[in-house]
């Protein structure tokens, strides 16, 4: 009997040993990738900062910072997800320590064995966005000896981001493309180039124009910036005069137009170029492709 209780007792003391090393082991593992992916976090936010502070016209440049952006989001969401749940593991143990019923003896091994599921699932998310971000970093010297060849412009940290939710996002990419549409174009031109800004009602797409409109380099380009919607884009026609000068359209769209008032509309500032020797690029901002707009650089937002 001695013998039994003896073996008993030894297999549970070797058990808590062995649990109690794999916790400390699994904490010290969390507690070090967290410390790699702030790390990785504080780097990478200060590139992409820096790079919204410049004109940066390369497109291989913008892939790169588009992909940089999207791998520091995901690190910032696995980042939070990881503090969320070890929170709300200490609020679980400081629950369970008042209450010692037997109810609550079954309930605290179910919230476990659903912790430990969460964990393993929580452990992959922040093992695939710390490698991404690795990835993502370990690329990344070459970009920022370009960047430093960039001309720097006038910040307005704020215009640029769209917010869903508590969450911002930065209109980095889209803001460096906009530009360069509207600087690179040929004045001599006589058809007026079309940049088509597409996205969902109310995330940002008329913020980020207006935010561009602001830049010296675009107010010198453009002395007249005419501000029109559906309802009255045909109106165009009164502001000819105005037009006599390189003048900057921008058309909001919140439905479909039909292709004959598209046309009407896009021969009249193609004869006007032409017949001014002006360049009036136009900025169409809408919810879906408008109907007799088919351009290759259309700029989703």
């Known amino acids: 009997m001695e013998t039994a209780i003896t073996a008993v007792a030894g297999e549970l003391l070797s058990r808590f040993i062995s649990f109690t090393i794999n916790k400390f082991c699994s904490s010290y593992v969390c507690s070090e990738k967290e410390e790699r992916l702030q790390h990785l ?26 992909v940089l952006s999207e791998a520091m989001y995901q690190g910032y969401h696995a ?11 200490c609020m679980d143990k400081v629950s369970d320590s008042f209450s010692i019923s037997s109810a609550t003896r079954l309930k605290r091994r179910r919230t476990i064995l659903s912790s430990v599921n969460r964990r393993k699932v929580l452990d992959l998310d922040v093992h695939g966005a710390l490698k991404t971000l690795e990835t993502v970093m370990s690329n990344i010297a ?13 910040r307005r940290p704020y215009d640029a981001y769209l917010y869903i939710g508590n969450y911002m996002f930065g209109r980095h990419v889209e803001k ?34 207006a935010h561009v409109c602001t830049y010296e380099s ?20 009164d502001h000819e005069k105005v037009m006599l000068g390189t003048a900057l359209v921008v058309v909001e769209f919140v439905s479909d137009i039909d292709d004959m008032e598209w046309e ?38």
């Open 176 to 209: 460096q493309k906009l530009l360069n549409f509207l600087l690179q174009h040929n004045p001599d031109e006589d058809a007026p180039a079309v940049l088509p800004i597409i996205g969902g009602l109310a995330v940002g797409k008329k913020t980020l124009v």
């Open 264 to 301: 009407e509309f896009y021969s009249f500032v193609a004869r006007t170029n032409k017949r001014t020797k002006s360049f009036a690029p136009l900025i169409v901002i809408g919810i879906a492709q408008v109907i007799g707009i088919r351009e290759s650089n259309e700029l989703s937002v």
């Open 79 to 89: 980042l939070d997800t990881l503090r969320f749940q070890l929170r709300d593991e």
């Open 218 to 237: 675009i107010r010198s380009q453009f002395p007249s910036i005419l501000h029109m919607n559906g309802d009255n884009f045909l109106t165009i026609v």
């Open 142 to 154: 070459e970009f920022v000896v370009l960047l430093g060849g960039c001309e720097r412009m006038s």
């Open 41 to 66: 976090l504080m780097r990478a936010h200060t590139v992409v900062e820096e790079a919204d502070g410049r004109h940066i016209s390369n497109s291989g440049m913008l892939m790169q910072l588009k």
